[in-house]
T-cell receptor, first 112, second 113 residues
């Protein structure tokens, strides 16, 4: 059975800290790994990773995939209160664009 | 360009009733997927439609069904509602390309009483 496991489940940090969120997976027919940020309702797309070892970066956020060890990390540097959200990791499969298997998410709270 | 639009945003129904939710994808997107999100189970895949055909289905009972129209808009129907169907129902649309990503709507919050 396909599994996507995120850790930690929740995290409280102070503004300015750097955080690392983890996502490990066991899936068949892996195509890509996606990261989403969910603040209230709609998950918003952050990154899609397909190849190992290639870092994707957007501002203070970055992510990398290790297809050999079957995990990905999402780094957020210089955290801000606006980064408080649930971060979701999801797997996409070969043969279909849109069927995603999600992890349970990491709830990040950034305090002043 | 406009994002994924879901209607209604909120819905309260009684056990045993049926409900229809609507999703309009981003213009040009041909694939629409539906997800159920609950505190206990997280985000779970319901089904995916492309060119009016269901391509994938998750592990949900037959009470959950959907369809897609020629303009790519999609509807999801739940019949004989149960209390456990209370959830946030999210729709996502994507292009049909090898490196596509899915964009989500704001969801419909369904409460079954």
């Amino acid at each position: 059975e396909d599994k996507v496991v995120q850790s930690p489940l929740s995290l409280v940090v102070h503004e300015g800290d750097t955080v690392t969120l983890n996502c490990s997976y066991e899936v068949t027919n892996f195509r890509s790994l996606l990261w989403y940020k969910q603040e209230k309702k709609a998950p918003t797309f952050l990154f899609m990773l397909t190849s190992s070892g290639i870092e994707k970066k957007s501002g203070r956020l970055s992510s990398i995939l290790d297809k050999k060890e079957l995990f990905s990390i999402l780094n957020i540097t210089a955290t801000q209160t606006g980064d408080s959200a649930v971060y979701l990791c999801a797997m996409a499969y070969t043969g279909t664009a849109s069927k995603l298997t999600f992890g349970t998410g990491t709830r990040l709270q950034v305090t002043l | 360009k406009a994002g994924v639009t879901q209607t209604p945003r909120y819905l309260i129904k009684t056990r045993g009733q049926q409900v229809t939710l609507s999703c309009s994808p981003i213009s040009g997107h041909r694939s629409v997927s539906w997800y159920q999100q609950t505190p206990g189970q997280g985000l779970q895949f319901l089904f995916e439609y492309f060119s009016e055909t269901q391509r994938n289905k998750g592990n949900f009972p037959g009470r959950f069904s959907g369809r897609q129209f020629s303009n790519s808009r999609s509807e999801m129907n739940v019949s004989t509602l149960e209390l456990g169907d209370s959830a946030l129902y999210l729709c996502a649309s994507s292009l049909e390309r090898s490196d596509t990503e899915a964009f989500f709507g704001q969801g419909t919050r369904l409460t079954v009483v």
